[in-house]
């Protein structure tokens, strides 16, 4: 089962932005980081989506999935 997500992402223009996996048009646009993390927070709880916090690189910096891990892991 693929699993919705919430992403956390560096704005060409500046600031930082949150988009759904898949989706092109931005859910939000902060001037900094920790606030677009503290609303896309928000909306990954209400929409029980994984989040992932991107670096200025574009690289994953942080993966949080609300609580909903399987154990044991799969792999």
Known sequence: MTRKT????????????IKQGGGSRSSGHFDTQQQAIER???ISNNQ???????R????IREKDSNGNDPFPPRG
């Open 6 to 17: 919430t992403h956390v992402v560096p704005d060409r223009d500046g600031g930082w932005n």
């Open 40 to 42: 896309a927070r928000e």
């Open 48 to 54: 029980d989506t994984e989040l992932y916090i991107h």
């Open 56 to 59: 200025r690189d574009g690289t």
